[in-house]
């Protein structure tokens, strides 16, 4: 198998239950990429970028594709599994 050629990261909190079923969905989507999706606590990253969770904070979870934004509170299945087939 090649080398994923997309990264994803959810951003998330502790007790976030969106976050939870969000990451869950990545993981089956991602999984058919051969992608690993990866987490970043914005309450945890704000000790050293507070900007993350300033920007982020209120409408998590957010999904990161390649480092930007690509959802928010849902994970755009139909989108995502598009824009990682590129």
Do not use: N
Not at 32 to 49: H, L, N, S
Not at 56 to 69: A, H, I, K, T, W
């Amino acid at each position: 198998m090649s080398e994923p050629t997309h990264t994803v990261t959810l951003l998330t909190r502790a007790g976030c239950g969106l976050c939870a079923v969000a990451l869950d969905e990545l993981r089956v989507i991602c999984a058919d990429f051969g992608i690993e999706p990866g987490t970043t606590d914005v309450d945890a990253a704000a000790a050293t970028d507070p900007g993350l969770r300033a920007e982020y904070g209120d409408r998590l979870p957010v999904v990161l594709l390649d480092g930007r934004e690509h959802s928010y509170f849902d994970v755009d299945e139909d989108r995502l599994r598009a824009d990682l087939a590129r």
